[in-house]
């Protein structure tokens, strides 16, 4: 479901036309966002994943910080449109600019590969470029998830067992250090990792492009957030029609949970 789709759902609950829902202005927007935020946190998470290699140079404890943010500081000189960062940019979180004293902020024209960023016009000579970035997190990590780690061995390290070479599997030798820090030890284990972590939902605003994005949700809540929208566009103003789609908000929620914890099928090998 995309947005516009998700708002046009919204409408068709409660609203007669596009012009009354116009009518209630930031309200539609804001309880959407609303609910999309409840649902991640108490239904179905958002899941983010980050993919690092520990290959035989590395050595000692890796830290991973999951919400670290960097900012690098460049002066221009009015030529250069590409700029170094120290380490690999995984996520951007903000580019500013300082212009004759004053700072600005930037929100386009620019892209970034490995550890270069790269402008399409160059800043003029003497202004300040501000860098923030995140070499591994995502700024929008909340945690870890209950399976944060899995692990594919180096293509020939575990001959005894090629499955482990082809497949990732379950990872458990790490530590996690103030609840977004993960420790892993290089010397002891060398290949790829999949680390998977529960993350915020960004707000989606009233623009054209936010209206062809999909929800970031698992396709099987969908159906949960008009409703729960729906319930706090109308809370104030018409509060029973409101506890009306909370009521099925809440129906649709604990079916969805019931599937959820429903016991799984156990397949056992071999005869009696």
């Known amino acids: 479901m995309t947005y516009q789709e998700l708002i046009n759902n919204i409408r068709d609950l409660g609203f007669s036309d ?17 609910a999309i ?11 983010g994943k980050l ?6 140079s590395d050595s000692g404890f890796l830290y991973i910080d999951m919400a670290d943010i960097t900012t690098q500081r460049f002066e221009c000189d009015g030529e250069t449109v590409s700029f170094e960062t120290d ?7 903000a580019v500013t600019l300082v212009h004759a004293g004053e700072e600005q902020i930037v929100t386009s024209g620019y892209s970034f590969v490995d550890n270069i960023i790269t402008f399409a016009t160059a800043p003029d000579d003497g202004d300040v470029l501000n860098v923030s970035y995140t070499t591994y997190g995502d700024p929008d990590f909340m945690e870890f998830t209950d399976v944060p780690i899995l692990f594919r061995r180096v293509t020939g ?11 990732y599997t ?37 623009t054209q492009e936010d209206l062809q994005i999909e929800l970031p ?11 729960l929208a729906s319930y706090y566009v109308w809370l104030e103003d018409e509060p029973s029609k409101a506890a ?13 949970e019931a599937r959820t914890n429903k016991p799984k099928i156990k397949v056992l090998e071999g005869g009696i």
């Open 18 to 34: 596009d012009s009354e829902m116009e009518d209630f202005g930031e309200l539609v927007p804001n309880s959407i966002n609303r």
């Open 37 to 47: 935020t409840e649902i991640n946190y108490e239904v179905d998470p958002i899941i």
């Open 51 to 56: 993919e690092i290699e520990i290959k035989d």
């Open 87 to 93: 380490t690999p940019i995984r996520f951007v979180t």
């Open 157 to 167: 390290q575990d001959t005894d067992n090629p499955i482990t070479s082809d497949f």
């Open 170 to 206: 379950r990872f458990n030798n790490y530590e996690i250090e103030s609840n977004r820090i993960m420790v892993i030890n290089a010397d002891e284990n060398k290949g790829f990792f999949r680390i998977f972590y529960k993350k915020a939902h960004t707000d989606f605003e009233n």
């Open 217 to 227: 949700l698992n396709l099987r809540v969908h159906h949960l957030v008009p409703l």
């Open 244 to 256: 009306q789609y909370y009521n099925l908000y809440e129906q649709k929620k604990t079916e969805i």
